[in-house]
């Protein structure tokens, strides 16, 4: 061999390098807990009863008679610490000494364990306002208040979303009396698809505030750039998705997802909770099994507080 060329030599090529970096995957943006009123006064044990007064009576009043003396309706809300979750993982001895991305891998336990245990955390909140949550919505039922109906199939073609779908929210929360300031609606991301495919709500020429629209898209990040009827809307990948099909009114959502519709004033906010324990870590060497061991458990608790200031449209997910 005279000299070095690669179709006579290739001992000294590594033809199969390996990266120091390792490749994550990307996650969902987690909001929901801002829109959550967390009780303070809740110190300890793992249930709390809130009392509730009503509204009073107005009668006819005739002069020289006595006056007619009623008393308020009275209730109780009930709202229990029902959450404990916990996220674990083990590494052997063995393999932490053999492994290249030791320092890399283990770096990661404890982050993705509370990443995941918030996670489970957003979809516990979405999923409270709806029939699978404990004071929930009724499935298969408008869940009508003050003659408004809160819970419907979404208007638009094939079961989707439609424009008329935000402005019947607006009407059956005022028919609620609940403030009309800081509107919200959490959609799923079909439902931005939809709205960013409408021909009359993105049609320059018919639209010119919506001018744009076509070019750069409905949505930044979570927030709509927009405010339709009233409401900031934002996309969550983590509402509550129906297992099976519902019939509301006589229309059918065969895979439905259930976009929520609100008020975020602060003394309206539609969603109670409370964190008992945020996510805290433990970890230990268990020298019977020669491995580290970690360990991220939390306990919290959502209820849906305010059903007249929760609206849900139930829209098909499978027409994209």
Do not use: C
Not at 148 to 177: C, P, Q
């Amino acid at each position: 061999m005279s000299g070095f060329a690669s179709f006579n030599d290739t001992h000294l090529i590594r033809s199969n390098l390996w990266s120091r970096q390792l490749k994550d995957i990307f996650e969902a943006e987690l909001m929901g807990t801002k829109y959550v009123r967390f009780l303070t006064d809740f110190p300890d044990g793992d249930t709390i009863n809130i009392p509730s007064i009503g509204q009073a009576e107005v009668n006819d009043y005739v002069e020289g008679q006595p006056v007619k003396y009623t008393a308020m309706d009275t209730g109780n809300f009930q709202f229990s610490i029902n959450q404990y979750k916990e996220s674990s993982t083990f590494i052997y001895d063995k393999y932490k000494q053999d492994m290249f991305y030791m320092n890399e891998l283990v770096s990661s336990f404890i982050p993705k364990q509370s990443r995941a245990i918030q996670a489970s955390m957003e979809t516990r909140m979405f999923m409270e306002p709806t029939p699978a949550g404990t004071a929930g919505q009724t499935t298969a039922n408008t869940n009508t208040i003050n003659g408004a109906e809160h819970r419907w199939v979404g208007s638009g073609t094939n079961e989707v979303i439609a424009l008329t779908d935000f402005k019947k929210a607006w009407y059956a929360l005022r028919k609620a009396f609940v403030p009309m300031t800081n509107l919200v609606a959490i959609v799923d991301p079909s439902v931005e698809y939809e709205l960013s495919t409408l021909t009359n709500l993105v049609n320059v020429s018919n639209n010119p505030r919506w001018e744009g629209i076509i070019t750069s898209g409905l949505v930044s990040g979570m927030k709509f750039i927009v405010n339709i009827y009233g409401f900031d809307v934002y996309v969550s990948d983590f509402l509550h998705t129906n297992t099976a099909s519902e019939v509301i009114g006589g229309v059918t959502a065969a895979a439905g997802v259930n976009n929520l519709f609100f008020s975020a004033a602060s003394d309206a906010l539609p969603i109670i909770g409370h964190i008992r324990q945020a996510p805290k870590v433990d970890s230990e060497y268990n020298k019977d099994y020669q491995r580290e061991e970690y360990v991220t458990t939390a306990r919290y608790g959502f209820k849906l507080y305010r059903p007249e200031n929760m609206v849900i449209v139930v829209t098909d997910t499978d027409q994209v």
